[in-house]
Nanobody, 119 residues
Framework: EVQLQASGGGLVQAGGSLRLSCAAS????????MAWFRQAPGKERDLVACTSSISRGDGKTHYSDSAKGRFTISEDNARKTVYLQMNALKPEDTAVYYCYVQRRGIDYWGQGTQVTVSS
């Protein structure tokens, strides 16, 4: 069974940094694109970053426009962990952040970790 365990969220002031972690189990980690999504209250869940195109598997990292230049996604294959380093955080980054993987046509989500950025 695929399981994703996210951690690292918290409360930070605007301009600060956080690093999210997502530990995966139950899959060959280096064979799948891993992604981070976020969902703010009253809004849809949106893609923030992924290690490879989820649809095309192009092997390139992808970022949302709001994440470009501030966030970095990375992987540690030995630890089966994907990270999201978030710098220069803004109040509009406040959301629940979810890690995600699609395996054999099935979507798997971590439990979510809250990020709150105060102004």
């Amino acid at each position: 069974e695929v399981q994703l365990q996210a951690s690292g969220g918290g409360l930070v002031q605007a301009g600060g940094s956080l690093r999210l972690s997502c530990a995966a189990s139950g899959l060959d980690f280096d064979e799948y694109a891993m992604a981070w999504f976020r969902q703010a209250p009253g809004k849809e869940r949106d893609l923030v970053a992924c290690t490879s195109s989820i649809s095309r598997g192009d092997g390139k990292t992808h970022y949302s426009d709001s994440a470009k230049g501030r966030f970095t996604i990375s992987e540690d294959n030995a630890r089966k962990t994907v990270y999201l380093q978030m710098n220069a955080l803004k109040p509009e980054d406040t959301a629940v952040y979810y890690c995600y993987v699609q395996r054999r046509g099935i979507d798997y989500w971590g439990q979510g970790t809250q990020v709150t950025v105060s102004s």
